[in-house]
């Protein structure tokens, strides 16, 4: 069983940057694709950043360019780094790891853009 928690979540103001982390017990971690989604209220879950076991990353549009997902495996977490931070950006964010044909979700952390 693996489990992934999430930290870093918070209120921010436009324009404002953040970054959210993502630790995994076990040790499947580098074999691991790993990813952010979010959630706003009355919205789909939506993918935010990818990033698969060799570095290789993609993104929406809609953060493109400014949010950064990067990992330690050292350490089993995963990192997003969001800049520019936009109102549009508030929502829950989840951290999710696939290994194996199987896929684990953390509790989710709330970040909230408001000015």
């Known amino acids: 069983q693996v489990q992934l928690v999430e930290s870093g979540g918070g209120l921010v103001q436009p324009g404002d940057s953040l970054r959210l982390s993502c630790t995994a017990s076990g040790n499947i971690f580098s074999r691991a694709t790993m990813a952010w989604y979010r959630q706003a209220p009355g919205q789909e879950r939506e993918l935010v950043a990818r990033i698969f076991s060799n570095n290789y990353t993609n993104y929406p549009d809609s953060v493109l360019g400014r949010f950064l997902i990067s990992r330690d495996n050292a350490k089993n977490t995963v990192y997003l780094q969001m800049n520019s931070l936009q109102e549009e950006d508030s929502a829950l964010y989840y951290c999710?790891?696939?290994?194996?044909?199987?896929?684990?979700w953390g509790q989710g952390t709330q970040v909230t853009v408001s000015s």
């Open positions: 999710c790891a696939g290994v194996a044909g199987a896929v684990y």
